[in-house]
C-alpha cells in the first residue's frame, strides 16, 4: 500500500477531501454513496447494483479479514471508487487469499483513505447523493470539479444492461428439484440463487432485455426479478415486458431494482431518495404479520406510495423513514420487497421470502 501517493476526493457542491491512495492509482467518477455494514466489504464490491458508485464506509476500519474468492457475489467488483478512513495493512483470516489493496488493485478500482468520513456522510445526508470523483493524477480541486460537473447523474441513467450476462445460464437446484424458476438478472447476486438452490429450486437466469415470450417458453413455475443498479423510470421497455408476465398467473418475486420495476408495472411511481438506504441494519416492519426485521439494503430510489392503485397493496415499511419496502397485487400472485433477502452482507432475518415465494409456486401447482 503506497501512502505516500496522495488522493483527492471531489463533491459536486465543491467539498474537498485529501487523503491518501489505496487499491489503483488513476481518476474514477461516479455517485457518492455511504453504506452502515461493519462488514461484507467484498459482497459490496461485488454487488452490480453498485454500478456507477462510488462507496464510502461508515465503519473506520476495512480489510482486516482479507479477500477470497468464495464471498464474491458476482463476476467482478462493480462500484466506480471505494473511500474508508483506513484501509488494514494486515489480511487476518484463515480464507483470505489477498489483502483488499491488492484485491482493488487488481480490479483497477481506485480508492482512498485517510480523510474524515465521518464529515462525509454527514455532507451527504445534508446535501444528498451527489456526484464526485476520486484522483491521485490531477489533484487541483477546481480543474477536478470541472470534470464531475460534467460527468453523468443517476437520474434517468439506465444501467442494469451494463451489468447483465450476455447469455442464459443455469444455477442447479442444491437438493431434489422442486421448482423451476426464471431469474431475471438486472445484476443479480450469487446469494440470491443459492437461497433459491436450498430450497429446492433451478434457476435460469437470463439477460436483463429478455423478451416475456422468451420466459414463458422455459416454462418457469416462478419469475424472480433481481436487484440492479440505475434510475428503474428509465426502463420502460423492461416494465412493458415483465407487465406481460404478470399477466400470465405465473407467481412473481422482485426485490430491489425488481420491486421498483414491479410497482411500475402497476401503475405506481418511483423517485429518488436523498440519500438512499445502504447496510445491513435497516428495520423493516411486515404489515402482514406485525414483526419487525432487520435488513440489508442498498437502493437510493423508492416506489411512491400515493401513487400505487387499489390493486396492490403494501406489505412492509422501512421504519426509519416510512418508505415502502414491500407490495402484493390483491389478486395476482405477485409481490416484492425494496431491499436483500439475500442478506450478502447482513442479517438473515429476510430469508422466510424465498420460503414465502416457493410457498406462492406449491400452491398453484
Same mark, same amino acid.
Given at each position: 500500500m503506497n501512502l505516500a501517493k496522495k488522493a483527492i476526493l471531489v463533491l459536486e457542491t465543491g467539498r474537498t477531501f485529501r487523503g491518501a491512495s489505496f487499491g489503483a492509482e488513476g481518476e474514477t467518477f461516479g455517485e457518492i454513496v455511504f453504506n452502515t455494514?461493519?462488514?461484507?466489504?467484498?459482497?459490496?464490491?461485488?454487488?452490480?447494483s453498485y454500478a456507477g458508485q462510488i462507496v464510502c464506509m461508515t465503519y473506520p476500519l476495512i480489510g482486516n479479514y482479507g479477500v477470497n474468492e468464495e464471498d464474491t457475489e458476482s463476476r467482478r467488483p462493480w462500484v466506480e471508487g471505494f473511500v474508508v478512513r483506513e484501509a488494514s495493512r494486515v489480511a487476518s483470516n484463515w480464507r483470505s487469499t489477498e489483502t483488499l489493496d491488492s484485491y482493488l488493485k487488481r480490479h483497477r478500482i481506485v480508492g482512498i483513505e485517510h480523510i474524515d468520513t465521518r464529515a462525509l456522510v454527514r455532507h451527504i445526508r445534508d446535501k444528498g447523493a451527489m456526484r464526485a470523483a476520486i484522483s491521485t493524477v490531477d489533484l487541483n480541486e477546481e480543474s477536478l470539479l470541472q470534470k464531475v460537473l460534467a460527468s453523468p447523474g443517476m437520474n434517468n441513467r439506465e444501467l442494469a444492461s451494463s451489468v447483465t450476462v450476455d447469455e442464459t445460464y443455469e444455477f442447479p437446484a442444491a437438493a431434489a428439484e422442486k421448482f423451476?424458476?426464471?431469474?431475471?438478472?438486472?445484476?443479480?447476486?450469487?446469494?440470491?440463487?443459492?437461497?433459491?438452490a436450498k430450497f429446492g429450486c433451478r434457476v435460469t437466469v437470463v439477460p436483463a432485455a429478455t423478451p416475456a415470450a422468451d420466459v414463458l417458453a422455459l416454462k418457469p413455475d416462478g419469475i424472480f426479478l433481481s436487484n440492479g443498479p440505475g434510475d428503474p423510470a428509465s426502463m420502460k421497455k423492461t416494465v412493458a415486458e415483465i407487465k406481460k408476465l404478470t399477466e400470465s398467473s405465473v407467481p412473481m418475486f422482485g426485490i430491489c431494482l425488481g420491486h421498483q420495476i414491479l410497482g411500475q408495472v402497476f401503475g =405506481?411511481?418511483?423517485?429518488?431518495?436523498?440519500?438512499?438506504? &445502504?447496510?445491513?441494519?435497516q428495520p423493516i416492519m411486515d404489515l402482514t404479520t406485525g414483526k419487525v426485521e432487520i435488513a440489508s439494503h442498498n437502493h437510493g430510489f423508492a416506489v411512491e406510495a400515493e401513487s400505487l392503485p387499489e390493486s396492490v397493496e403494501v406489505t412492509h415499511v422501512n421504519l426509519n423513514d416510512r418508505t415502502v419496502a414491500g407490495l402484493r397485487h390483491k389478486s395476482l400472485p405477485v409481490f416484492s420487497v425494496q431491499y436483500h433477502p439475500e442478506s450478502a452482507? =447482513?442479517?438473515?432475518?429476510?430469508?422466510?421470502?424465498?420460503? &414465502?415465494?416457493?410457498?406462492?409456486?406449491?400452491n398453484r401447482s
Amino acid at each position: 500500500m503506497n501512502l505516500a501517493k496522495k488522493a483527492i476526493l471531489v463533491l459536486e457542491t465543491g467539498r474537498t477531501f485529501r487523503g491518501a491512495s489505496f487499491g489503483a492509482e488513476g481518476e474514477t467518477f461516479g455517485e457518492i454513496v455511504f453504506n452502515t455494514s461493519m462488514s461484507g466489504y467484498q459482497e459490496i464490491l461485488t454487488d452490480p447494483s453498485y454500478a456507477g458508485q462510488i462507496v464510502c464506509m461508515t465503519y473506520p476500519l476495512i480489510g482486516n479479514y482479507g479477500v477470497n474468492e468464495e464471498d464474491t457475489e458476482s463476476r467482478r467488483p462493480w462500484v466506480e471508487g471505494f473511500v474508508v478512513r483506513e484501509a488494514s495493512r494486515v489480511a487476518s483470516n484463515w480464507r483470505s487469499t489477498e489483502t483488499l489493496d491488492s484485491y482493488l488493485k487488481r480490479h483497477r478500482i481506485v480508492g482512498i483513505e485517510h480523510i474524515d468520513t465521518r464529515a462525509l456522510v454527514r455532507h451527504i445526508r445534508d446535501k444528498g447523493a451527489m456526484r464526485a470523483a476520486i484522483s491521485t493524477v490531477d489533484l487541483n480541486e477546481e480543474s477536478l470539479l470541472q470534470k464531475v460537473l460534467a460527468s453523468p447523474g443517476m437520474n434517468n441513467r439506465e444501467l442494469a444492461s451494463s451489468v447483465t450476462v450476455d447469455e442464459t445460464y443455469e444455477f442447479p437446484a442444491a437438493a431434489a428439484e422442486k421448482f423451476h424458476v426464471v431469474a431475471y438478472d438486472f445484476g443479480v447476486k450469487t446469494n440470491s440463487l443459492r437461497e433459491f438452490a436450498k430450497f429446492g429450486c433451478r434457476v435460469t437466469v437470463v439477460p436483463a432485455a429478455t423478451p416475456a415470450a422468451d420466459v414463458l417458453a422455459l416454462k418457469p413455475d416462478g419469475i424472480f426479478l433481481s436487484n440492479g443498479p440505475g434510475d428503474p423510470a428509465s426502463m420502460k421497455k423492461t416494465v412493458a415486458e415483465i407487465k406481460k408476465l404478470t399477466e400470465s398467473s405465473v407467481p412473481m418475486f422482485g426485490i430491489c431494482l425488481g420491486h421498483q420495476i414491479l410497482g411500475q408495472v402497476f401503475g =405506481g411511481q418511483t423517485y429518488k431518495l436523498k440519500f438512499g438506504h &445502504r447496510g445491513g441494519n435497516q428495520p423493516i416492519m411486515d404489515l402482514t404479520t406485525g414483526k419487525v426485521e432487520i435488513a440489508s439494503h442498498n437502493h437510493g430510489f423508492a416506489v411512491e406510495a400515493e401513487s400505487l392503485p387499489e390493486s396492490v397493496e403494501v406489505t412492509h415499511v422501512n421504519l426509519n423513514d416510512r418508505t415502502v419496502a414491500g407490495l402484493r397485487h390483491k389478486s395476482l400472485p405477485v409481490f416484492s420487497v425494496q431491499y436483500h433477502p439475500e442478506s450478502a452482507p =447482513g442479517p438473515h432475518d429476510s430469508e422466510y421470502l424465498f420460503r &414465502r415465494f416457493v410457498e406462492l409456486m406449491e400452491n398453484r401447482s
